[in-house]
């Protein structure tokens, strides 16, 4: 659901991430990402004024005063999204998987293109989701400094607190779901057809074309699929809510979700409920698409997202069972 990221985590626990989907660019910035090709010569990298008392432990300080510290920690620290960017949690991103991403390493030492965090900076594929930060473009300074940091061996910031390893947690139901009998066009045996996968209501949807129902196929792309087909209601936002990250598609969800759209200046535009499937929409009549955030309501319990979402409304495309462009997985309830 990651633009310019419900992490889920990587943005929300939404699991923010992070918007979902953009344009292709290099991943060493020979597109137009922004930053531009910038040499390490160009910034000041060690926090001073510019003399020669360049040291390698100088340069963790420096890629924090730069770039993380200004633009990074507000949402990657110790409390919110993984990783930990702030000064003091440097030494844990060198050799550490990227969670959402796991074939890909936050920081190689020494290793500019097979940093995964240089990429999400400097130009990510499309295959490494959006671009970081997602609202503002980093300095050239800030650039210089993180290819200074990472070609000069991603050493720590000396002197700075160590606030210890940072183990990012999967989004878990606030208590215990519990489903009713399976609802109309529903069944409690898989379908052949249907996706392998965990199914915690033990419910499928047991039709595998399109029954033109507000039920059908919860946890696909609404949108995408409408859009494919050319035909079906035309929705701005669209997904399905579960209880847990890796609920196959067609299994049922949860109802009775409270759904809210915020726009980019913190005001709900338009408010629903998850349906007796756990699927949620607005359509396109009535509520345009915009940049979003978007809020989930259970039993007195919230999960927001973190990060302002510009591409697409179309949730499960991101949020589908394995987690796509930096989601852990599925929309979560709280």
């Not at 699991?15 to 292709?24: M, R």
């Not at 035909?231 to 209880?243: H, M, N, R």
């Amino acid at each position: 659901m990651t633009g310019r990221t419900f992490g889920m985590m990587a943005a929300i626990v939404f699991v923010a991430g992070a918007g979902c989907t953009q344009s292709g660019q290099s991943f060493l910035g020979n597109a137009d990402t922004g930053a531009g090709d910038v040499d390490a010569s160009d910034a000041d990298v060690n926090g001073g004024d510019g003399g020669d008392d360049t040291t390698p432990l100088s340069l963790g300080c420096a890629v924090a005063e730069e770039l993380f510290t200004p633009s990074c920690t507000r949402c990657h620290n110790q409390n919110e999204i993984y990783p930990n960017l702030n000064k003091g949690a440097l030494k844990y991103l060198v050799g550490t998987p990227a969670i959402a991403y796991p074939d890909e390493t936050l920081v190689v030492a020494g290793d500019l293109a097979a940093s995964f965090l240089y990429a999400k900076v400097h130009g990510p594929t499309i295959e490494q989701g959006l671009q970081m930060p997602p609202d503002e473009d980093v300095t050239p300074a800030g650039v210089a400094a993180l290819e200074a940091w990472i070609q000069g061996g991603a050493p720590p910031c000396e002197g700075a607190n160590d606030p210890g390893p940072m183990t990012p947690l999967l989004p878990t139901p606030g208590d215990v779901v519990s489903f009713t009998a399976a609802p109309l066009g529903f069944q409690t045996s898989k379908p052949s057809w249907s996706e392998e996968g965990s199914c915690t209501a033990n419910q499928w949807w047991k039709y595998a074309g399109n029954t033109e129902s507000a039920s059908m196929h919860p946890g696909q792309d609404c949108i995408g699929c409408h859009h494919r087909e050319n035909e079906g209601p035309v929705y701005s936002y669209a997904g399905t809510v579960y209880p847990g990250v890796d609920e196959a598609s067609d299994c049922r969800g949860v109802s009775g979700v409270t759904v809210d759209i915020i726009d980019a200046d913190d005001v709900v535009v338009a408010t629903t409920t998850s349906n007796t499937a756990g699927n949620f929409y607005f359509r396109k009549s009535s509520v345009a698409f915009r940049p979003y955030r978007a809020r989930l309501t259970y039993q007195g319990r919230e999960r927001e997202m973190t990060l302002v979402q510009h591409a697409s409304g179309d949730c499960n495309t991101c949020h589908d069972s394995t987690g796509q462009q930096g989601t852990l997985g599925r929309i979560v309830v709280p």
